[in-house]
């Protein structure tokens, strides 16, 4: 009789504690969704910048941008070519 | 006492039956109903547009990417000072303000103002702090190098659903690999509409689209349409192109053609510049297509290089025509080398007679000529060959030096470029590979065609072609040190059953270096002004772009040439 009462008296416990745990658990999850709303705003507002970046280095290194920027800045393509040919040996045993 | 029990027991039997009744209704009449307004009451169904693949030059540089953009609209009953506020916007918006301020008067409560507008006239317009003006996300198409390839690469419209869709060039023959696939997830929001922590459910899975990576050479192409381009004003032609292939492997390095258009603003221009006219624009090839019948003929064992021309001393009968020279200069007992540096159309007349009708055909058919080559792009056309009974005998003189016969500058550089390879002639192709979302890389492997010669004949026609240049009308705008084959060509253009006696399509076809080929190219300008003769106008420009490759390619020059 004894033994049934405290293992009663555990079980009673046990469900208190856990049911304290469960209430102070989802007390502090109960406003994780506006810090994991924050979070998502967050990324998709670097997402947003990466996106924004990178559209920015693509235009920046293509050749039209870089030609243009270099007739404004007087540069002219160079015309003339040199070009170093492989030379003849001394004398050629015909 | 007793229908009092009976009374009350047939009321709540009654009672039971109406609850069973609704419940069965509820469970299962209209279960799908109320499970979807659960649903839409707690969670919110979010779509998920993929992003579209980009396109790449053989670099890695994007020519077409997928750039965060914004609809900017605007609630008209929020707005007070409607004058006021569009006189902000339109210098922001590059929209007349008097086109806003009607916008603005409509009495609705939502009207857009401009859509696809870059992030940073978004942030521009935020600052002002507008109430009522509001800003949607959206993804839009972005050219880096502008209008560079845009009629190789086409555009993204939109189709009947006003979804994405690729129209014209890789844009389109590509489009389901570009487009990927949109994907579908719930949200699960709390009372306030805020997201709680069973996030996203995912419901389909969004697959981004393929990115394809082109055999493209940016450089190439950058310097390709800007020769062409001050060449077409220089020459006052109506209009120009230029292809370039890698013979060995078809790969296409770069397409060009001027005038074009922009991708990015496609509507403003006129759709006959949506079309790519290197693969659209059938024409009579002229003279460009003589080394093609010389091959065949050579490589039959019917010509040599050397076998004198017995017809060419005046102009050549074929039964009701008289087929003359292009300058009616005429040369007795000419060989097969001079019957192409002189582009003498009565020496290729001999060949045609020599060849007769069905190798003729054969011919032309193992070179592709008057079949589509297949390259990876939307639109290609080919003309389809008449059936022989239909071809009399001065359809067949004719067709030997390029008239009477339409091709597309594709399937004669194609064509042309076996001659480079080797004899081999090789599919064209314009993109290298593709790599799909999970970063996987497919590789298009090069694919030969036919065989229309033998490498013996492709050695000889060459040696015939470098004499050519060297040698013949173009000779005074050759590279000299380069080893260059290439053949010009003076096309008349067709015009209701005859010739247009002023207007010609002026070409050049070549490959360089002849010994190793890195490239063969097609100049074509469309009624030059200047000079209607291609190797007074298309020459040059070939020769002009072949010294500059060659020097990108680190080819030196070849001592005593």
Partial sequence: ?94 | MRWRYITILIIFLFAFATIIGKLFYWQVVQADMLSQLGKSQYGQVVNLQPKRGDIETSDGFPLATTALSYLVFANPKEITNVDAVATQLAPLLSIDSATISAKLQTNSYWVSLKDFVPSQTKDEVEKLNIPGVGFQEDYSRLYPEASMAAQLLGFVGKDANGDDKGYFGLEGYYDRQLMGRAGQAVQIHDALGRPILSQLSGVQQTQDGRTLVLHVDRAVQYLVENILKENVDKFEATSGMVGIMDPKTGAIIAMASYPSFSESDYWDYDQSLYKNPFITDLYEPGSTMKPLVMAGAINDGLVTPYTQCPICSGPVQVGDYAIHTWDDHYFPNTTMMDVLKHSDNTGMVYVSEKMGLDRMLSNFSKFGVSDTTNIDLQGEVASTIRDRQTWYPVDVATSAFGQGIAVTPMELLDGFAAIANNGTRMEPHVVDHVITSDGQTLTIPPKVVDQPITPTTAKIVTEMLVYTVNKGEAAFARLPGYRIAGKTGTASIPVSGHYDPTKTIASFIGFAPADNPKFAMLVIMNDPKASPWGSETAAPVFFEIAKNLLAYYGVPPTPGE
Avoid at chain 1, 39 to 45: D, L, P
Avoid at chain 1, 71 to 91: D, H, N, R, W, Y
């Fill in chain 1, 1 to 94: 009789m004894k033994r049934a009462k405290l293992f009663l008296t555990v079980l009673v416990g046990i469900t208190l504690v856990l049911s304290l745990a469960q209430i102070a658990v989802s007390n502090a999850f109960s406003t994780s969704g506006i810090a994991l709303g924050a979070m998502q705003n967050q990324i998709a507002q670097l997402q947003n910048e990466n996106m924004v970046l990178r559209t920015q280095v693509f235009t920046l290194s293509s050749y039209t941008h870089i030609a243009s920027s270099a007739s404004e800045m007087g540069f002219v393509p160079s015309k003339s070519q040199i070009v170093l040919g492989t030379s003849k040996p001394l004398a050629i045993r015909q």
